[in-house]
């Protein structure tokens, strides 16, 4: 199931093109957790403390991608990007964690795990090798990843709305805001792909997708390790 398919798009072609580790990502264990509200609060508070130190490297991400950007258009909507992510995603993730009981200072101070450190590395590496495009197709599954996952469990008979602990993140990643997000991003890839010659970097676009795929499981998978 694509639950934000937008056939023939850039995207849509990659997501195919990297299927297995696709779905080992947004179908991974802790999304299931997540889902039917099973997964362990550790595992859970794991996630929350190394997603602070993500969005991070996140912001930096798309201060790299306005330098990398060619047109006053799109210098200013990747510095619009920044800015969200500074100034308000970051600041609803702080009030979030802050119903967990984790504050902003034990989050700041918290040491960044190898999974964290490995696939927000590789986006920034992506992108200082190679184009912005190399860096947003890195950063595809981040962004339009979070709300197919949100959308699917929205849909999905095993989704346990009513004491779930996890609700809030679904209705989140589900909602109308982060759709939009996603759906602009999509839109995104499809232009830069067409000025950049796509076709002729293929097979490296998808190497660079299923690697951040792969990165992205193992980034859920830290959490459940947590639980262990």
Same mark, same amino acid.
């Given at each position: 199931?694509?639950?934000?398919?937008?056939?023939?798009?850039?995207?849509?072609?990659?997501?195919?093109?990297?299927?297995?580790?696709?779905?080992?990502?947004?179908?991974?264990?802790?999304?299931?957790?997540?889902?039917? *509200?099973?997964?362990?609060?550790?595992?859970?508070? @794991? =996630?929350?403390?190394?997603? =602070?130190?993500?969005?991070?490297?996140?912001?930096?991400? $798309?201060?790299?991608?306005?330098?990398?950007?060619?047109?006053?258009?799109?210098?200013?909507?990747?510095?619009?990007?920044?800015?969200?992510?500074?100034?308000?995603?970051?600041?609803?993730?702080?009030? $979030?964690?802050?119903?967990?009981?984790?504050?902003? /200072?034990?989050?700041?101070?918290? /040491?960044?795990?190898?999974?964290?450190?490995?696939?927000?590395? =590789?986006?920034?590496?992506?992108?200082?090798?190679?184009?912005?495009?190399?860096?947003?197709?890195?950063?595809? /599954?981040?962004?339009? *990843? $979070?709300?197919?996952?949100?959308?699917?469990?929205?849909?999905?008979?095993?989704?346990?709305?009513?004491?779930?602990?996890? @609700?809030?993140?679904?209705?989140? $990643?589900? *909602?109308?805001?982060?759709?939009?997000?996603?759906?602009?991003?999509?839109?995104? %890839?499809?232009?830069? *792909?067409?000025?950049?010659?796509?076709?002729?970097?293929?097979?490296?676009?998808?190497?660079?997708?299923?690697?951040?795929?792969?990165?992205?499981? @193992?980034?859920?998978?830290?959490? %459940?390790?947590?639980?262990?």
């Amino acid at each position: 199931m694509d639950a934000i398919a937008v056939p023939g798009t850039l995207f849509a072609r990659l997501r195919e093109a990297a299927r297995p580790s696709w779905e080992a990502y947004v179908a991974h264990p802790f999304v299931r957790g997540l889902t039917d *509200g099973s997964l362990p609060e550790p595992a859970f508070r @794991r =996630y929350l403390m190394q997603d =602070y130190l993500f969005l991070i490297h996140f912001a930096r991400a $798309y201060a790299l991608a306005a330098f990398k950007h060619a047109t006053v258009a799109d210098i200013r909507g990747a510095a619009a990007t920044l800015n969200a992510l500074i100034d308000h995603e970051m600041r609803l993730h702080v009030q $979030y964690c802050a119903g967990w009981g984790i504050g902003e /200072p034990a989050m700041e101070a918290e /040491p960044e795990a190898e999974e964290t450190m490995a696939y927000t590395r =590789y986006v920034l590496e992506r992108g200082l090798a190679g184009d912005v495009l190399d860096l947003e197709v890195a950063l595809a /599954p981040c962004v339009i *990843g $979070y709300a197919e996952i949100g959308a699917r469990m929205a849909s999905d008979p095993a989704l346990k709305r009513e004491g779930n602990p996890y @609700r809030a993140w679904q209705e989140m $990643y589900g *909602g109308a805001e982060f759709q939009g997000i996603a759906l602009e991003a999509i839109a995104r %890839l499809d232009r830069l *792909g067409a000025a950049r010659g796509a076709e002729a970097r293929w097979g490296e676009l998808v190497r660079t997708f299923e690697a951040a795929c792969r990165l992205e499981a @193992r980034f859920w998978q830290m959490g %459940l390790d947590e639980a262990r």
